[in-house]
């Protein structure tokens, strides 16, 4: 309630999403294979002081699922950011905080490189540079994330498992919130763009990070992660992000991968202490 629904072209893409609230504005993203809804219950409880933009990424939810280019060029978190950051200007924002959860969160920390004159704050929510876990993968990071690799072999394989997974869940959903994540993401496009998602990630992206490892991100930049998910228990994960960033603060919250749903209150005021710094 209280928000509206946009479409927005950019140059890259047709991205989906709301925006509500009024005030300074900020930038919700989420991750696989989730859409913009996965800020439900934050993202009114941010309205009343600020001005909400809640998108899709491309290739998921409701956004377009451009071709794949060359090297998967057309996922990659680079292409990704230009999307958001189009969207913003397209309101009117120039400058504005940035919060991503999963995907988004990888989206977020390349946007801080790339456009670090818009980009006031960062929160990233249960990631670690992606460029760190695929050059020190062991065998915890392959049992914890083995759909890193599932996704990354070539069409059509891991699409097709994907698809069948998702009738099966389909023929079994019940609930409101889960029946809309499957309206989008079981269909063949949507599977298919995510899967490019990861395959970017595992090859264009490391090339556009390797490039940027001696680059800093230079705004206050919170990292939270989930007390009972695998990042933690495997990974110093300040200390990693401590290298990637000049003004890096963060902390465990309970609750699994998807903090903003399972402790959503705690998210929001991490959210309001950051960009009030």
Sequence with gaps: PGFKPFRVKTSGAEINGV????????????GAPQ??????????KLAPTRTVVVADLRGYGDSSKPADGEM????????????????MKHFGFDKFPV??????????????????????????????????LYTHVDIQFVQAYFHWFNYLRAAPAPENDLLKAAEAQKAKATGEIQLEYLRTNSTPENIHAMCEDY?????????????????????????????????????????????????????????????QEDVPDMVLEEILTLVKG
């Design 99 to 132: 919060i991503g959860q999963d995907r988004g969160g990888r989206v977020t920390h390349r946007m801080a490189l790339d456009h670090a004159d818009k980009v006031t704050h960062a929160a990233v929510l249960d990631i670690i540079p992606t460029y760190y």
């Design 199 to 259: 395959r970017a990630g595992a090859s264009i992206d490391l090339k556009h990070d390797e490039a940027d490892l001696q680059k800093k991100i230079t705004c206050p930049l919170r990292v939270l992660w989930a007390e009972k998910g695998a990042m933690g228990r495997i990974y110093d994960v300040m200390k990693i992000w401590n290298e990637r960033g000049t003004k890096v603060s963060g902390r465990a919250l309970p609750g699994g991968h998807n903090l």
């Design 35 to 44: 859409s913009h809804i996965t800020w439900r219950l934050v993202a009114p």
């Design 19 to 30: 925006i509500g609230g009024s005030g300074p504005p900020i930038l919700l993203l989420h």
């Design 72 to 87: 998967h060029v057309n996922y990659s978190k680079r292409a990704m950011a230009l999307d958001q950051v189009e969207v």
